[in-house]
């Protein structure tokens, strides 16, 4: 692994930790001022900071608890640009009770200053009606 890689992971496990302790400035302290990315809800779309700030505090609002958990990690380096990609498992409790969301995750992070912060970041669930080996739901 590229030594680097381990500064960019110290900076993914912080937005975990953050996320954990419901650190919306601490979180949006880890953005690019030029971030952007999508949630898992159709709706998700942050175009800038701002936006993942009202994101993020939507999602504090509907949730007593929340963690994310990163694992799976593959980081490549080049320059001041790193991209990530792996699992991602949300656990959450809301009115409805504790539940688990497993999912994926894509980042871009930009070293700036000598800190990697995230420019673009992706979140997804895979489509449960598409069956293990299809390419297609419905396929076989």
Known sequence: ???????????????????????????VSLLDPEARGFGTGADEVAADPQEFRQAVARDFAQ???????????????????AWVMGAARFAFRTDGGDDTLDGRFTAVLRRQDGVWRFAQFHFSVPYRAQAPGASWPGAS
């Open 63 to 81: 949730a007593e608890a929340a963690t994310i958990a990163f694992t799976e990690r593959r980081c490549t380096v080049s320059g001041d640009v």
């Open 1 to 27: 692994m590229d030594p680097e890689c381990a500064n960019v992971n110290r900076t993914i496990d912080a937005y975990a930790a953050l996320y954990e302790r419901r650190d919306l400035d601490g979180l």
